[in-house]
């Protein structure tokens, strides 16, 4: 089964700096990733999501994520944090009728 | 469109307790599944339906049971709730489960069980 795994429990970064958030993922044949952003007590909202075709994928709110196959990866970025991109975000793989979540990053951003 | 809505927003049970968690998409959308989020696990596939009459199970199905009798609706039952139940459920659709196809999540419903 596939599986996904975020480097990162923690990340924290200054608004105004870049930021990086971290997913390796593993799956059997070539699968679709997502990253997932959960705000304080809301449901969950799509930031952007790889399925085949470019590997640059930019995605909401001035985030992008590389798919690097030869690595198994998809970390995301964004090059200016602001105080609004504090969250926690899931990276995701699918398969099939499955979706595999990620344990999350959460992003702190300071003044 | 309201979306995808849960009710209710927050329950609090006692251990054998049974209740139903209600889950409802007006996007005609036939691929709906549950999911349990805790901490520093992500979210958990429970079950999924790919659509009315047809359910499936996901990677932590005990406890818990599904059905599926109408498109709009996908309710998720506790027939006797444990402490170990106590998480934050989302209820999720899409048009259907292809390559790509992006989940739109309710708000969640948070369960206490004691």
């Known amino acids: 089964a596939q599986s996904v795994t975020q480097l990162d429990s923690h990340v924290s970064v200054s608004e105004g700096t870049p930021v990086l958030l971290r997913c390796n993922y593993s799956?059997?044949?070539?699968?679709?990733l997502f990253w997932y952003v959960q705000h304080p007590n809301k449901g969950l909202q799509l930031l952007l999501k790889?399925?085949?075709?470019?590997?640059l994928v930019k995605g909401i709110n001035g985030f992008e994520a590389e798919f690097k196959k030869s690595e198994t990866s998809f970390h995301l970025t964004k090059p200016s944090a602001h105080m609004s991109d504090a969250a926690e975000y899931f990276c995701v793989v699918s398969e099939d009728n499955d979706m595999r979540f990620g344990a999350g990053t959460r992003l702190t951003v300071k003044p | 469109n309201a979306g995808v809505t849960q009710t209710p927003k927050f329950q609090v049970l006692k251990t054998g307790q049974s209740m139903t968690l209600q889950c409802a998409q007006d996007?005609?959308?036939?691929?709906m599944s549950w999911y349990r989020q805790d901490p520093g696990m992500g979210l958990r596939l429970i079950h999924y339906?790919?659509?009315?009459?047809?359910?499936d199970q996901g990677e932590v199905p005990n406890g818990y049971n599904v059905s599926r009798s109408t498109t709009e609706d996908f309710p998720l039952r506790l027939l006797s709730a444990a402490p170990s139940q106590t998480s934050v459920y989302f209820c999720?659709?899409?048009?259907?489960?292809?390559?790509?196809?992006?989940?739109?999540f309710g708000p969640g419903t948070r369960l206490l069980v004691l």
């Open positions: 799956s059997s044949y070539s699968p679709s």
């Open positions: 996007m005609n959308h036939e691929y």
């Open positions: 999720a659709s899409s048009y259907w489960t292809g390559l790509g196809e992006t989940q739109y």
């Open positions: 339906s790919v659509g009315a009459g047809i359910t």
């Open positions: 790889y399925t085949s075709a470019a590997t």
